[in-house]
């Protein structure tokens, strides 16, 4: 049984890091598309980063907000996906989804984990 399950959201200020997990089980991260959504206040889902399977010359690509902010990466001996909030700012600010697939096919779908950057 497929199952993602995200942790690590938080109420936080401005500044500073934070680091979202993604625990999966059921298949192995390393052998997959992952990818990392955000739906932020009365916006639209959007895809932040995504990592390809193991193997690739050039895994990971990200979503225009996240160039340069957020880090994705990936833990095969854990079994774990991590996106790094770099730098948080209020825009920051959603629900964070953690999925098995590309950014326009996804298999399956975490449940997703509250950042909210305040203040």
């Known amino acids: 049984q497929v199952q993602l399950v995200e942790s690590g959201g938080a109420l936080v200020q401005p500044g500073g890091s934070l680091r979202l997990s993604c625990a999966v089980s059921?298949?192995?991260?390393?052998?997959?598309?992952m990818t990392w959504f955000r739906q932020a206040p009365g916006k639209g889902l959007e895809w932040v980063a995504f990592?390809?399977?193991?193997?690739?010359?050039?895994?990971?690509f990200y979503g225009d907000s996240a160039k340069g902010r957020f880090t994705i990466a990936r833990d095969d001996a854990a079994n774990t996906l991590y996106l790094e909030l770099g730098s948080r700012k209020p825009e920051g600010t959603g629900l964070y989804y953690c999925?098995?697939?590309?950014?326009?096919?996804?298999?399956?779908w975490g449940r997703g984990t509250q950042v909210t950057v305040s203040s």
């Open positions: 059921g298949f192995s991260s390393s052998t997959s598309w």
């Open positions: 990592i390809r399977e193991r193997g690739h010359f050039d895994p990971i």
């Open positions: 999925a098995k697939g590309a950014p326009n096919v996804v298999d399956y």
